[in-house]
């Protein structure tokens, strides 16, 4: 039995996640779709707001787990028996991320190994940064994200009120 982990920070989640786990979930026996409790970025969503999210997007498969994690990603893999970790690419950009964070994780964990999947090209331009970014600026997410996500990031945005231009910024230079 093969498990899988899809680790992320994942705030918010959008389709092109969503899609990669659906797709990752129907590769391994055990997909565990986790989020980052404590990653080095400015959310607007906290760690059970981003579960929430996953845990609605996941609710048809069967095979996946959704669950918080904190620490080192491939010690949070060992410890739930994974011997696979699963990532999406978009553009060459993301290549040459998880290409370096894939050696570090297979210098740390030589039994884990990194799976990376492209994403579907209607998701390719998607990220967690542009979608907040239009988000912010009152262009339409509806394209890029399910509609219980679209609904709490207007509900967010109203509670950040005129702070928003500051927020936009932080979280752009963070991601």
Same mark, same amino acid.
């Given at each position: ?28 026996d055990t997909l565990i779709w986790a &989020? ?6 400015? @959310? @607007?969503? +906290?760690?059970?707001?981003? @579960? ?12 996946? #787990?959704? &669950? ?5 990603? &491939? ?12 990532? /999406? ?39 967690? +940064? ?8 009152? /262009? ?8 219980? &996500? ?8 109203? #509670? @950040?009120?005129?702070?928003? /231009? ?7 230079? #963070?991601?």
């Amino acid at each position: 039995m093969t498990i899988a982990i899809y680790p992320g920070s994942f705030d918010p989640i959008h389709y092109g996640h969503i899609d990669i786990a659906q797709r990752a979930a129907k590769l391994f026996d055990t997909l565990i779709w986790a &989020v980052y409790d404590r990653p080095l970025k400015n @959310l @607007l969503f +906290s760690t059970e707001e981003r @579960l929430a999210f996953m845990r609605e997007a996941a609710r048809t498969i069967p095979n996946v #787990q959704v &669950v918080p994690y904190s620490g080192l990603t &491939v010690e949070f893999a060992r410890r739930m028996g994974a011997t696979v970790m699963v990532r /999406g690419l978009r553009i060459t950009y993301d290549f040459e991320i998880e290409y370096q964070t894939a050696l570090t994780n297979r210098q740390l964990a030589d039994n884990i190994d990194t799976v990376c999947l492209m994403t579907s090209l209607k998701y390719a331009f998607v990220s967690s +940064s542009i979608l907040k970014e239009v988000a912010f600026a009152g /262009g339409s997410i509806s394209p890029m994200v399910p509609p219980y &996500v679209e609904a709490a990031l207007k509900k967010r945005l109203a #509670q @950040l009120g005129d702070d928003r /231009g500051d927020k936009v910024k932080m979280v752009s230079l #963070q991601e």
